[in-house]
């Protein structure tokens, strides 16, 4: 069975920086592209970012672009997600998932954790 947990989040004032984790068990983690995900209670889910199974290219979804950096430590099972220059329309419940491939960030499979929260306000 697999199991995702995210952490991480918090209160950031706009302009800030937070870096998510994410660890993975039950599925062999260095075999999968992963992505990140936010979700507010007006949007469906989104895809942020997805890096590939061994690292290398990293994609980015137009909004987040030059501010979030994804990385991945496959030794250690974990994914992260830098985040700068942080704005209010970044404040979401994010969440990580393995992918089936990096072309499309939507998600690919339903393993989702409870997400950890990001609230970006003054």
């Known amino acids: 069975q697999v199991h995702v947990m995210e952490s991480g989040g918090g209160l950031v004032q706009p302009g800030g920086s937070l870096t998510l984790s994410c660890t993975v068990s039950?599925?062999?983690?260095?075999?999968?592209?992963m992505g990140w995900f936010r979700q507010t209670p007006a949007k469906e889910r989104e895809g942020v970012s997805c890096i590939p199974a061994a690292g290398g290219s990293t994609y980015y979804a137009d909004s987040v672009k030059g501010r979030f950096t994804i990385s991945r430590d496959n030794a250690k099972n974990t994914l992260y997600l830098q985040m700068t220059n942080l704005k209010p329309e970044d404040t979401a419940m994010y969440y990580c998932a393995p992918k089936k491939a990096c072309v499309i960030l939507a998600p690919d499979f339903n393993y989702w954790g409870r997400g950890t929260q990001v609230t970006v306000s003054s």
């Open positions: 039950g599925m062999t983690f260095e075999n999968y592209p």
